[in-house]
Structure formats: structure tokens, C-alpha cells
């Protein structure tokens, strides 16, 4: 069971994508459905740097957590497809 105001994981867990190296600068958490995960971070990478992912036709939606460690929930879905993640 996710954390209070986390969005549930979806099928296939994928590793992290560090954005920024030697920093807390990373994508986490990510699970995908209906996408590959080699996809999925590549679009994660490109979400997380420009503040849209180089997809179209992708709806995204995003609950900001101050407590504790600082970050930002994610979960994107298009035509079946979801991604969701966890950005800091």
C-alpha cells in the first residue's frame, strides 16, 4: 500500500533515472503500464528536465509533498499506457 497522497504503483517497477549526477536530482519510485520501461525513463528524463515529456497525447497529473524529503508525485497516462513516478 503507497503512502498517504502517493499514487499507486502500476505493473512493471523500473530503476531510477538520475537527472543531475552527484545530486538528490532524480526520478524514483517509477512503475509503468503498457510501455517499456527503457521508454518510459527516457520520457521521464525529458519530463523532468524541460517540464513536458517528448510524447504527445500524454495527460499528467502531479501532488507536490513538503514533508520529509521534497518531491513531486507524478502519474501520466495516454491511450492505456501509465507511467507513474516519483520526482525530487
Known sequence: MP???HYRPVK???R????????DNAVS???VRKISCRTARRWLRSYA???RGPLTRWRCRRRSHDRG???????CTSR???IVAALS
Open 3 to 5: 503512502a498517504e497522497g
Open 12 to 14: 512493471s517497477k523500473c
Open 16 to 23: 531510477t533515472v538520475v537527472i543531475t549526477p552527484q545530486t
Open 29 to 31: 519510485a517509477i512503475s
Open 49 to 51: 528536465t524541460t517540464g
Open 69 to 75: 524529503l521534497s518531491h513531486t508525485d507524478l502519474r
Open 80 to 82: 492505456g499506457r501509465v
